[in-house]
């Protein structure tokens, strides 16, 4: 959890005061004081302000974007994934418009796995231990939606997930399962034990009824009557009825009206569950990015319908996934698609009747399965459909792509209206190769504050593994062990703060320096983290020698003996650079 130090102490004492305050201010308005003035009142508070100021804030990061980012994955012809291109071999369009790409970097998978944390150096009298043990860079994040799979292709997915886990696992590896429904979850572990045994325990999970018997409307044709207004769909529903019901055509207002009724209840359900999948499908996002290494995301459904009023909700999971540098795999449970055959056992159904609800289930499936390719399209991820080797599917869409471009734009005359935008990016000399990038984006509904941006920056640095060394910082650790079962761990950053730009004001040097410190464990989760402002005002006088003997910051936490990850983000207001550093400590 986050650790903040705040004191309550004298609240009460001081509302008391500002009301007393406030009672004299309105007395002696009357007497027509002469107030301070508030350039004379700011530069009386500098002249005495302490250089140095140091205090621990409360670390609640919101998420903003300034950019809008679009992954890009490109492979070739052999289905290869190519990491060899530049900026200038992209072109990006929104709403057809080009845009300028101002941000730009590749993303490698297998160098992000290869870069582990490193020992920092230490400063204890205790006997080094044993090396620490092999610590997580690789984590994923199974979540089966066991509202909208039926029995059998649950059991399916579930087993050849099994066998993928049982025999590609390797130590550096870290698995959680989650499901739609919240009653089967497991925590990032590389316990195969209890990985196997949360398999087992997957069951369908619907929460609602989401078809009909009699008429017989699935959610897809429950939109099209109710949202859509399509009268051949609710011509389909009103027969439908009428022969399950037996009702003669003089009856045909009664079955209408029966088919509305059971559109709206059954688009209701499904409403419900879509939303519970998204919802679901958020939170893992966030739980996963809050693990420092490579991410990915491995989404295991038959596919799930949504409804306009779906669409931004879709949007603001693909940009949770984005910023947080999360690759959304998926994975059709249903296999290799099969049409749905007539029902030739419903009585008074005829021919014509039956080729109407069976071109809506075939078209319910096809928009079903397509939002499974938007999520893994829109990250840079994997798409398995339209196969029944799930064993090889689990093998593909556990591993992330082998690169992956990133290419953020800001958008030119950006309404704030949440409008949609349709994005389209192309490679100038395509020579064979084939794409695959984020197909659209929702606008925000207000502008960006700065200040939740830099806080954004902070919070993605510290559960990212990238190294950043814009300003020279050294990481040390120091641990005292007042037990067997209890220690205190010590993180020393020392900052050269040569290397910051200070702005000169009413005689003073100043800067911010915000110093954010975590400790994981051994399975990439996050125990403790403390955030320090350290807020500069130097005085001339003191200014060279303390550029010289730069600064050192202290942060303390209480472990226990064990492995841990050392993760050290510092952040300076006036230059907005930024350093982030790991390291492994093993406390004995």
């Known amino acids: 959890m986050w650790n903040s130090i705040v004191s309550l102490r004298g609240v009460r004492p001081i509302a008391l005061l500002l009301l007393l305050c406030g009672l004299a201010f309105q007395l002696g308005r009357s007497q027509n004081p002469v107030p301070a003035q508030p350039s004379e009142t700011h530069a009386a508070a500098d002249k005495n302000a302490p250089e140095l100021s140091s205090h621990d804030t409360p670390t609640t990061f919101s998420s903003k974007v300034s950019l809008v980012m679009v992954p890009v994955v490109v492979r070739d012809r ?21 845009q300028v790409i101002s941000k730009f970097s590749v993303e490698s998978a297998s160098r992000a796995a290869s870069q582990p944390a490193v020992p920092v150096a230490e400063d204890t009298a205790e006997k080094p231990g044993p090396p620490p043990s092999p610590m997580a860079t690789h984590f994923v994040a199974y979540l089966f939606d066991d509202v909208h799979s039926d029995f059998g292709n649950l059991a399916q997915a579930r087993d050849a997930a099994r066998k993928q886990i049982t025999e590609t696992i390797q130590p550096t590896d870290r698995i959680a399962i989650f499901s739609t429904s919240g009653q089967t979850t497991l925590d990032f572990t590389d316990d195969r034990d209890a990985i196997q045994d949360t398999l087992l325990r997957l069951r369908p999970r619907p929460k609602s009824k989401t078809a009909s018997d009699c008429p017989d409307i699935s959610y897809y044709m429950a939109d099209l009557i109710v949202n859509r207004n399509d ?3 609710l011509d389909a529903a009103t027969l439908d009825a009428m022969s399950c019901l037996r009702l003669p055509q003089e009856q045909r207002s009664v079955a209408e009206q029966m088919a509305r009724s059971t559109a709206a209840q059954v688009l209701s359900a499904g409403d419900y569950e879509t939303r519970l999948a998204l919802t679901t499908l958020k939170a893992a996002i966030r739980r996963i990015s809050a693990m420092p290494g490579q991410r990915t995301l491995v989404l295991v459904s038959t596919g799930f319908y949504l409804l306009l009023d779906h669409r931004p909700e879709e949007t603001d999971v693909m940009d949770s996934a984005i910023r947080s540098n999360v690759t959304i795999n998926t994975l059709d449970a249903r296999g290799l698609y099969a049409p749905p055959e007539l029902d030739a056992s419903r009585p008074g159904r005829s021919y014509q009747e039956q080729i109407v609800i069976s071109r809506y289930l075939r078209e319910s499936a096809q928009a079903e399965g ?7 399209d829109a990250t840079g991820g994997t798409w398995f459909h339209n196969r029944n080797d799930l064993a090889e599917g689990f093998r593909i869409v556990a591993a992330s792509p082998e690169f992956t471009y990133l290419l953020g734009f800001s958008p030119q005359n950006l309404k704030y209206d949440g409008s949609y935008h349709s994005l389209k990016v192309n490679l100038k000399t395509s020579s064979g190769l084939q794409l695959q990038a984020r197909r659209g984006y929702y606008a925000p509904k207000h502008r960006m504050d700065p200040n939740e941006q830099a806080k954004e920056e902070v919070r993605e640095a510290l559960f990212s593994r990238e190294e950043m060394k814009d300003i020279p910082v050294n990481l040390q650790t120091q ?13 020393l950053a020392h900052v050269d703060l040569k290397a910051i730009r200070f702005r000169k004001s009413d005689g003073r040097n100043r800067n911010t320096l915000t110093v954010v410190s975590g400790v994981f464990d051994r399975n990439g989760i996050l125990i403790n983290a403390i955030q320090k402002t350290i807020e500069m005002f130097l005085k001339d006088e003191t200014f060279a020698a303390r550029l010289a003997a730069g600064l050192t910051i202290k942060t303390s936490f209480d472990v226990t003996p064990g492995s841990y990850v050392i993760r050290l983000v510092v952040r300076d207001t006036e230059g907005q650079m930024m350093t982030a550093q790991n390291g492994v400590v093993q406390v004995p």
């Open 78 to 98: 052999a289905g290869k994934a190519v990491g060899n291109l530049h900026q200038e071999d992209f072109a990006l369009f929104d709403k057809g418009k080009p």
């Open 231 to 233: 009268p051949t769909a």
């Open 370 to 376: 397509d939002v499974l390719g938007e999520l893994a």
């Open 479 to 491: 641990f005292f062990k007042p037990s067997d079962i209890s220690a205190k761990l010590s993180i």
